[in-house]
């Protein structure tokens, strides 16, 4: 399955981003979906995952309550609305699929492009 992130930019502290991953190839509803962050200088961490029929969803405690994944297997997209942005939250975005519902990256065998998310003022 190939993936294609977007919707990454420059937003203000506080401020709102919409982030999408858009699938094509395999059947897009047999993988469960994460979302990845790396800063640089720092290892890529987990953010965001969602089960295959989007029943599940699990975030990392950092994101909690403000940021929010969601799937659309009609329409092969998985989004992360993130919001109330703070600086910390800085980083190549990435998309990830995998057969296993798990926050290790080393199990997610499909990679999309990193969005840049900037939060600053």
């Known amino acids: 399955v190939q993936l294609q992130a977007s919707g990454g930019g420059l937003v203000q502290p506080g401020g709102y981003l919409r982030l999408s991953c858009a699938a094509s190839g395999r059947t897009f509803s047999n993988y469960h979906v994460g979302w990845f962050r790396q800063s640089p200088g720092k290892e890529r961490e987990f953010v965001a995952r969602?089960?295959?029929?989007?029943?599940?969803?699990v975030y990392t405690d950092s994101v909690k309550g403000r940021f929010t994944i969601s799937r659309d297997n009609a329409k092969n997209t998985v989004t992360l609305q993130m919001t109330s942005l703070v600086p910390e939250d800085t980083a190549a975005y990435y998309c990830?699929?995998?057969?296993?519902?798990?926050?290790?990256?080393?199990?997610?065998?499909?990679w999309g492009q990193g969005t840049q998310v900037t939060v600053s003022s």
């Open positions: 990830a699929a995998g057969s296993v519902f798990t926050m290790s990256r080393s199990q997610y065998a499909y």
């Open positions: 969602i089960s295959r029929g989007g029943t599940s969803t």
